[in-house]
């Protein structure tokens, strides 16, 4: 009985166990976190095979193959690269053991097996995944008006650059740099790569 108490306490269990912040140095995708760039753990479950690791900047996923087995699969999924979608929150019933946070990314869905007693930490957790879902989206829809926009300008400048044959060549260069630099902006604006503001937020632990 102790044994088992002490498995579910230390994140060993089949069932996950959400890890404190006191304790994110003793789990192993620690050692993965770009320290140097500024990446920081806001939220972590472990079970006996597997943990997953949410940071500001990414999902890591460290995929274990059995309870007995040392060997790991790491799996790094970035936000800016990898959309979150679908993201929901399973509750437990009444005899059930555990809840299930569910979402999808790089098109591979998620199901994450927790203790029904980390139900307050797993309900942050969901409203972070949801805002951050919530946020590409808007993103991704500003940035296509963006690009829009941009073309409409573009067509517009180069019929008026093209009626002005002696100039053509400057008229050229400067529309170039102006819609590069327009587009790089917009891009650093609308493909966000840190949402740590976004954990703190809704992460109480």
């Given at each position: 009985m102790f044994?088992k ?8 269990s089949?069932?996950g166990?959400?890890?404190g912040?006191?304790?994110y ?7 993965y976190?770009?320290?140097?760039d ?11 095979t ?6 500001n ?6 995929d274990?193959t ?16 990898n ?7 399973e509750?437990?019933?009444?005899v ?8 999808v990314?790089?098109g591979i869905s998620?199901?994450?097996d ?30 296509g ?5 941009l073309?409409i300008?573009s ?9 002005e044959?002696s100039n ?25 790569k840190?949402?740590g503001y976004v ?7």
């Open positions: 044994k108490v002490a498995s579910d306490v230390l994140g060993l089949d069932i166990s959400v890890i912040p006191a304790d140095d003793k789990v192993d995708a620690d050692d976190i770009l320290h140097e500024n990446e920081k753990i806001y939220f972590l479950i472990k079970s006996k597997d943990e997953y690791c949410f940071t900047r990414a999902l890591i996923h460290l274990g059995s309870a007995i087995s040392k060997k790991r699969s790491l799996k790094r999924y970035s936000y800016r690269e959309t979150i979608s679908n993201v929901m929150l509750t437990a019933g009444t059930d053991l555990d809840v299930e946070i569910k979402f990314m790089a998620f199901s994450i927790v203790h029904k007693k980390h139900i307050e930490e797993l309900k942050d957790l969901y409203k972070a995944l949801i805002r951050i879902s919530e946020i590409c989206i808007e993103n991704e829809i500003s940035m008006y963006a690009e829009k926009s073309n300008a067509t517009t400048i180069s019929r008026y650059a093209s009626s044959q053509i060549n400057d008229n050229f260069r400067v529309l170039n740099e102006t819609a590069f630099n327009w587009l790089m902006n917009s891009r650093k604006k609308y493909n966000v840190d949402y954990f703190e937020k809704y992460i109480n632990n």
